[in-house]
């Protein structure tokens, strides 16, 4: 067997490589989601009603949260057999050319049907890829972290979510400071597409220098790899699986309650400008920042990450009540501080998920069993969060919204009581 030099990855390096790579990726994904609120109804979806529309674009955007679990156990696979590195790089393109190619999409009036065809084929290519990168990224960070520093270490590429977000939102918003709406409409949007390529290309250089982690190379001198590694998850790890899912359902609600639907009805319903919504979600998503490290701080030097994380979610919960009558106030400061509110404890949920879920499970399958439960995460928690929350403020009214999230987080709040640590913070079990 081929010898792995583990001692060539520098912190800075990982931190560098973790944090850059997510940061591209959620990017990709996050630009669709702008464009799912803002135009994509428009263009694949025009002969619908406007709320039709927009639901129809929300349904889009869940094809890739439906993807996610099938890259999480394809990319788990090799890397838990033949390495975190260049699963992560394959992961990365996949994400990457998925994201570049909707640029290129032709309009339903060009296409037909072939056009929301094509584009739910390239969401569900973001979604594989995605599947595949948070996980390689938490277990390159938290692999990697010296002692007291994991949960730290593993909000890296927690950081690359804010980071992501800025950037995507951050380019359409210039792009409605400088396109009419009807340029935007037409081509502008396709112009963020584009941009992937060139940040894809920066973060394969990046980890393209990385060598497999120090664990990782430990865990194949004790045995070989394991020859299905989803398998022998579902078989001894199929309890702590379902607990680490449940317990980061939160986050994914929370994060497309405020912002992919937030985004929707507050240019679609509440009749606030675009670049209006888009300069108050920019300015909230910076106390998303600061909830991920404050957490991760919290869960290092103080507490631990599970009792952080269950501490968010029951911050959750009550907040949850309060976006009713904020978010329907008729303030737009009143929009913003409950979105700053809420991506504030969205970094409570989620900044120490980093170091937890990995910590789950051992290093020999801890690749799937960590991607997989982030991802089916995704789909119970983010999958249909923006649909069911357009339905029910259409029909039930917006303070059933915040009630979906507080649901949403006493669920994640059960998973997470129902954990405790052993000896090792990798080991687990259930409290009867």
């Given at each position: ?31 669709y989601a702008t464009a799912a609120s803002l135009v994509f109804g428009q263009v694949f979806f025009p002969v619908a009603e406007p709320g039709m529309q927009q639901m129809a674009s929300f349904a889009t955007l869940a094809v890739a949260f439906f993807a996610r679990p099938v890259g999480a156990a394809f990319f788990g696979h090799f890397g838990d057999r033949i390495g975190r590195k260049s699963t992560l790089v394959a992961s990365l393109l996949t994400m990457g050319l998925s994201t570049t190619l ?331």
């Amino acid at each position: 067997m081929t010898t792995i030099a583990p001692a060539a990855n520098s912190p800075r390096r990982v931190l560098l490589a973790s944090f850059v790579g997510t940061g591209v990726e959620f990017y990709d994904f996050y630009i669709y989601a702008t464009a799912a609120s803002l135009v994509f109804g428009q263009v694949f979806f025009p002969v619908a009603e406007p709320g039709m529309q927009q639901m129809a674009s929300f349904a889009t955007l869940a094809v890739a949260f439906f993807a996610r679990p099938v890259g999480a156990a394809f990319f788990g696979h090799f890397g838990d057999r033949i390495g975190r590195k260049s699963t992560l790089v394959a992961s990365l393109l996949t994400m990457g050319l998925s994201t570049t190619l909707i640029a290129f999409l032709p309009t339903y009036a060009q296409a037909g049907w072939w056009a929301p065809f094509i584009l739910c084929l390239l969401r569900f290519g973001q979604g594989f890829g995605l599947g595949g990168e948070w996980g390689g990224a938490a277990l390159l960070a938290v692999e990697n972290a010296p002692p007291g520093w994991r949960a730290r270490f593993g909000c890296a590429p927690q950081m690359g979510a804010p980071a992501g977000f800025i950037a995507a939102n951050g380019l359409f918003l210039l792009l409605g400071l400088w396109l009419t709406p009807e340029q935007f409409r037409e081509w502008g949007w396709r112009i963020p597409f584009l941009v992937s390529a060139l940040l894809v290309g920066l973060g394969l250089w990046i980890r393209l220098k990385l060598t497999e982690t120090a664990e990782f190379a430990a865990a194949l001198e004790e045995a070989p790899p394991p020859a299905v590694p989803l398998a022998e998850l579902l078989r001894s790890h199929g309890l702590v699986t379902l607990a680490g899912t449940i317990g980061a359902i939160a986050c994914f609600a929370l994060y497309y309650i405020t912002t992919a639907f937030a985004l929707g009805y507050g240019t679609k319903t509440l009749g606030y400008s675009m670049q209006s919504m888009l300069l108050v979600q920019l300015g909230a998503i910076l106390f998303m920042a600061v909830g991920i490290y404050a957490s991760a701080w919290l869960a290092d030097m103080r507490f631990d990450e599970r009792r952080v994380l269950a501490g968010g979610c029951v911050a959750v919960v009550l907040a949850g009540f309060l976006l009713g009558p904020m978010m329907g106030s008729g303030s737009l400061a009143m929009v913003f501080a409950y979105l700053a509110l809420a991506l504030l404890l969205m970094g409570f949920v989620y900044g120490p998920l980093g170091a937890w879920l990995p910590g789950l499970f051992p290093p020999r399958v801890r690749y799937t069993g960590a991607s997989m439960a982030f991802n089916i995460a995704g789909v119970l928690g983010g999958g249909l969060t923006p649909l069911f929350a357009q339905a029910l403020a259409e029909n039930v009214g917006l303070a059933a919204v915040g009630w979906y999230g507080s649901v949403a987080a006493g669920l994640s709040l059960v998973a997470l009581v129902a954990t405790r640590p052993r000896a090792r913070v990798h080991a687990v079990v259930l409290e009867p």
